[in-house]
């Protein structure tokens, strides 16, 4: 019986402790979900003012989205976030949720931002895999590299300059890593592409 008493015990024992660690997570949880989001989100507004001059929209970044199909310009075999720049109301400028894939160790997450004319304002990649001090290289906390792509276009440089110089091109590599600057250059041109192939329409969202 003493037995069965102390079973009893320590499975109450254990049942208020598994409750009341439970309820401690889910406190710890709503108080902390809210400074997570709000952290989050102050990334993504930093991120967006980096790329996008801040005359050139007036609303509200992380609210005005749209969604693109999946295209192989994109980069993605899903849909494609769109962040849209308006100033007095007017479409100013896309920045893209894009992707660079086949860089050395997978994809990379980008931010591309294009103003109404076809113009890339700035570049970002936000996520990625590389090799530290090699592809890592793309990340503007380790080289200013990335910044190499505001005011370019599809005509400046022209399409052949669209590419690393160890191809011909007219946008520096990494000493001793190719593979991932070569990813980002497409993905910039891919995505400069895109916005000219279907300027129209984004321009009336």
Do not use: C
Not at 35 to 45: C, G, S, V
Not at 125 to 146: A, Q, R
Not at 187 to 199: G, S
């Amino acid at each position: 019986m003493e037995l069965f008493a102390s079973i009893r015990r320590n499975s109450l024992g254990l049942a208020i402790f598994a409750v009341l660690t439970a309820g401690l997570i889910a406190i710890t949880h709503q108080l902390t979900d809210h400074t997570i989001k709000n952290n989050i989100l102050d990334a993504q507004i930093a991120a967006f003012n980096e790329i996008l001059p801040a005359d050139l929209y007036d609303n509200d970044l992380t609210t005005d989205t749209a969604i693109l199909p999946a295209d192989p310009l994109l980069g993605s075999e899903t849909d494609i976030k769109i962040h849209i720049a308006r100033k007095n109301g007017a479409v100013t400028g896309i920045i893209f949720e894009t992707i660079a894939p086949r860089g050395y160790n997978g994809n990379l997450d980008m931010l591309v931002a294009i103003d109404k004319t076809g113009v890339v304002t700035g570049s970002r990649v936000i996520s990625h895999k590389e090799t530290p001090g090699l592809g890592d290289k793309v990340d503007l906390k380790k080289s200013n590299w990335i910044l190499s792509f505001a005011n370019t276009s599809l005509d400046q440089p022209n399409l052949k300059g669209w590419a690393v110089k160890k191809d011909g091109g007219e946008f520096d590599q990494f000493t001793g890593a190719t593979i991932t600057p070569r990813a980002v250059v497409r993905a910039v041109k891919n995505t400069l592409t895109y916005f000219d192939q279907h300027k129209d329409t984004l321009l009336a969202y």
